[in-house]
């Protein structure tokens, strides 16, 4: 079973500095790796899919990147709205099901 | 507009049963993959559960085997999560959420609803 492992557990960073997120794979994920947003009593929302495709409507301020086993989400100028929760999450083909990382909380500092 | 609407959680015995409903519009239901995956109070999140748009593949996580079932109706545009056997650890929001197409992501997410498994 891939485990999926989020750094660091919490951030504190500014609005207008940037962000940094990584999520270590146990194994090659190849780049099957999506990365979502939550706030607080929402439900998840997608932001990259494929490792560094944005999803439909998210601001240019976020990307994504890696493959295999080292991911990393960057926010590169961060607005008051973009402090969250984030996770990492992969596909695997055997045992088949989804995997999530254990989330990074991004908080202002 | 795609929409996903959760119903049927509530307040639960432990070894008791709940049936869990998600109503889709705004897309081909039938063309699409779901999952439902579930959050405790406080907690990251786990998936649960996966059909592929036909129903004939299923997979479910090692926690929920056996005791959850899940199907869909293509003709009602609705997903469903049979829940047995129910554990004060299935407690969470558990939501329903589309497969993004070949994506390995699931695009959209219903609100969620609260299975609360308590004597």
């Known amino acids: 079973e891939i485990v999926l492992t989020q750094s660091p557990a919490t951030l504190s960073l500014s609005p207008g500095e940037r962000a940094t997120l990584s999520c270590r794979a146990s194994q090659s994920v190849s780049s099957y790796l999506a990365w979502y947003q939550q706030k607080p009593g929402q439900a998840p929302r997608l932001l990259i899919y494929?490792?560094?495709n944005r999803a439909t409507g998210i601001p240019a301020r976020f990307s994504g990147s890696g493959s295999g086993t080292d991911f990393t989400l960057t926010i590169s100028s961060l607005e008051p709205e973009d402090f969250a929760v984030y996770y990492c999450q992969q596909r695997s083909n055997w045992p088949p099901g989804y995997t999530f990382g254990q989330g990074t909380k991004l908080e202002i500092k | 507009e795609v929409q996903l609407v959760e119903s049927g959680g509530g307040l639960v015995q432990p070894g008791g049963s709940l049936r869990l409903s998600c109503a889709a519009s705004?897309?081909?239901?039938?063309?699409?993959?779901m999952n439902w995956v579930r959050q405790a109070p406080g907690k990251g999140l786990e998936w649960v559960s996966y059909i592929s748009s036909s129903g004939s593949t299923i997979y479910y996580a090692d926690s929920v085997k056996g005791r959850f079932t899940i199907s869909r109706d293509n003709a009602k545009n609705s997903l469903y999560l049979q829940m047995n056997s129910l554990r004060a650890e299935d407690t969470a929001v558990y939501y329903c959420?589309?497969?993004?197409?070949?994506?390995?992501?699931?695009?959209?997410w219903g609100q969620g609803t609260l299975v609360t498994v308590s004597s």
């Open positions: 705004g897309f081909t239901f039938s063309s699409y993959e």
């Open positions: 494929d490792a560094s």
């Open positions: 959420a589309r497969d993004g197409g070949g994506t390995a992501s699931s695009d959209y």
